[in-house]
């Protein structure tokens, strides 16, 4: 069980605009503590995608977008492509675990 | 460029110590990061293990704490894992990290340990 709530799957079709959300609680994002999502690709290693709820990493398109509100964050990806099917993770850090702490994640489908 | 690589044995058997080790180049393990342990049991999500700063500050996750060691060599600017009383459980892909700020900016290729 994680501390960060994911959904399992998302898909959608070339072209189209899929959004993941993260939900945490009022010790993790509801306490203000900054969202970064990671992208994994199948075989690799995490990548940085998104840091501080809504900055990209030099690199990343502009099609991936974050934003944070209360203690929900979501990522919005546009214009899907097939390289985007991946599996997506959001972390923040937790004040009563004093550590990091991961979502779930969720695999993105490109049909 | 920075690059962290894992080492370590790729079995351990059961009840044993695990201990990875991560290399850096391109980067002074004695700059101001936290240098991270995560893992990934096969095809499951990410685990946080364990981040320390400088040699002396560490945090870990509060349900490994009671296994897990992490230090810093600093003459060979690596840092290294133990995660002691190993069960199948800890079977997964332990990836080494650097954090900048609150978020993983550079991470290893990862390293399949298996316990059996």
């Known amino acids: 069980q994680s501390v960060l709530t994911q959904p399992p799957s998302v898909s959608g079709a070339p072209g189209q605009r899929v959004t993941i959300s993260c939900t945490g609680s009022?010790?993790?994002?509801?306490?203000?503590?900054?969202l970064h999502w990671y992208q994994q690709l199948p075989g690799t290693a995490p990548k940085l995608l998104i840091y501080n709820n809504y900055n990209r990493p030099s690199g990343v398109p502009d099609r991936f977008s974050g934003s944070k509100s209360g203690a929900s964050a979501s990522l919005t990806i546009t214009g899907l492509q097939a390289e985007d099917e991946a599996d997506y993770y959001c972390q923040s850090y937790d004040s009563s675990l004093n550590g990091r702490v991961f979502g779930g994640g969720t695999k993105l489908t490109v049909l | 460029q920075v690059q962290l690589r894992e080492s370590g044995p790729g079995l351990v058997r059961p009840s044993g110590t695990l201990s990875l080790t991560c290399a850096v180049s391109?980067?002074?393990?004695?700059?101001?990061?936290?240098w991270n342990w995560v893992r990934q049991p096969p095809g499951k999500g990410l685990e946080w293990i364990a981040e320390?700063?400088?040699?002396?500050?560490?945090n870990y996750n509060p349900s490994l704490k009671s296994r897990v060691t992490i230090s810093v060599d600093k003459s060979k600017n690596q840092f290294s894992l133990k995660l002691r009383s190993v069960t199948a459980a800890d079977t997964a892909v332990y990836y080494c990290?650097?954090?900048?700020?609150?978020?993983?900016?550079?991470w290893g290729q990862g390293a399949l340990v298996s316990v059996s």
């Open positions: 990290a650097r954090r900048s700020s609150s978020w993983l900016d550079y």
């Open positions: 009022s010790s993790n994002i509801g306490a203000d503590y900054d």
């Open positions: 320390i700063y400088h040699s002396e500050n560490t």
């Open positions: 391109g980067d002074s393990i004695s700059n101001s990061y936290w």
